[in-house]
């Protein structure tokens, strides 16, 4: 709970040297506020980006039913949380911009989602 949110804290990085620590929400200086969403990773192709893909219902009054949609964030993966795969469940947390799209950094991956 060292982030403010109610998640498990990963271990430390492996090498203290070259770990990436501004862009780190346990051990580095980035804060999380505002939105935590939960999604599943529909894509890994880019470096320390996954893209996490949200689906929800909205009602269409017209018809009386609803439809589905979907939104995909771009999200940061920390170093401690390496190793995502397409599939994998997510819990993501609102940071400040990290890049042009990127506004989101991982915060608990698998069971912990």
Do not use: W
Not at 37 to 51: E, Y
Not at 80 to 106: C, F, Q
């Amino acid at each position: 709970m060292a982030i403010g949110l109610d998640v498990p804290m990963p271990p430390e990085p492996e090498n203290p040297e070259e770990y990436d620590y501004e862009t780190c929400p346990f051990y580095g200086q980035l804060p999380v506020r505002g939105q935590t969403r939960s999604g599943t990773v529909v894509s890994t192709d880019m470096a320390k980006t996954v893209i996490v893909e949200q689906e929800y219902d909205v009602f269409v009054p017209k018809y009386d039913r609803y439809m589905k949609r979907r939104s995909r964030i771009p999200a940061h993966v920390p170093g401690v949380l390496d190793g995502l795969d397409v599939g994998d469940e997510v819990r993501i947390a609102e940071t400040r911009p990290l890049s042009k799209t990127k506004s989101h950094v991982v915060v608990a991956s698998g069971g912990d989602a």
